[in-house]
T-cell receptor, first 111, second 114 residues
Framework: TQLLEQSPQFLSIQEGENLTVYCNSS?????LQWYRQEPGEGPVLLVT?????EVKKLKRLTFQFGDARKDSSLHITAAQPGDTGLYLC???????????FGGGTRVLVKP | DAGVIQSPRHEVTEMGQEVTLRCKPI?????LFWYRQTMMRGLELLIY????????DSGMPEDRFSAKMPNASFSTLKIQPSEPRDSAVYFC????????????FGQGTRLTVV
């Protein structure tokens, strides 16, 4: 069992639709990061959230950190084919502690 | 900066052979991480260096795996002897300070042990 559970594992949608990816844990994290990984490449950081209840927006992407800092969500509005990739959440239990990655959500946006 | 550089990009080797993966972190970064990614287990941290010193190697699967960082600009991950179950994509990442800051990943080395 992963410390960080991501759902769904796979998501296939049409261009223009919205989607939400979830990252859940029974543990509290001091910070949580979201990465996107494209085929043949390493993960690239999208955002870091550190405050319970925090909401961050990055163009069409909205990230939320749960009030209790145990969960997070990533919402994409009007998805585009360029959003296709593996989305990974990663959490640190305390400042300076190692990152633990979730299993990832593979998103496919069809034109 | 060219980012984190890993070599080789692909490696195919026979079971029992020694494999050495190489990494050049981003200049100025003082933390370096080796990860392994598979479909079954996702992205797993193998070992973490801070200022060239190994801090946490609890993710190293067994004694066949070893990692070194002789200086701030170079690290190796060695598998000896290699086994088919070691087949995976191995990533090196570096960051400015500590484990919970942004990690910059290399493009990975795809290792296939036959």
């Amino acid at each position: 069992t992963q410390l960080l559970e991501q759902s769904p594992q796979f998501l296939s949608i049409q261009e223009g639709e919205n989607l939400t990816v979830y990252c859940n844990s029974s543990s509290v994290f001091s910070s949580l990061q979201w990465y996107r990984q494209e085929p043949g490449e390493g993960p690239v950081l999208l955002v870091t959230v550190v405050t319970g209840g925090e909401v961050k927006k990055l163009k069409r992407l909205t990230f939320q950190f749960g009030d209790a800092r145990k969960d997070s969500s990533l919402h994409i509005t009007a998805a585009q084919p360029g959003d296709t990739g593996l989305y990974l959440c990663a959490g640190a239990k305390a400042a300076g502690n190692k990152l633990t990655f979730g299993g990832g959500t593979r998103v496919l946006v069809k034109p | 900066d060219a980012g984190v550089i890993q070599s080789p990009r692909h490696e195919v080797t026979e079971m029992g052979q020694e494999v050495t993966l190489r990494c050049k972190p981003i200049s100025g970064h003082n933390s370096l991480f080796w990860y392994r990614q598979t479909m079954m287990r996702g992205l797993e941290l193998l070992i973490y260096f801070n200022n060239n010193v190994p801090i946490d190697d609890s993710g190293m699967p067994e004694d066949r795996f070893s990692a070194k960082m002789p200086n701030a600009s170079f690290s190796t991950l060695k598998i000896q002897p290699s086994e088919p179950r070691d087949s995976a994509v191995y990533f090196c990442a570096s960051s400015l300070a500590g484990m919970d800051t942004e990690a910059f990943f290399g493009q990975g080395t795809r290792l296939t042990v036959v």
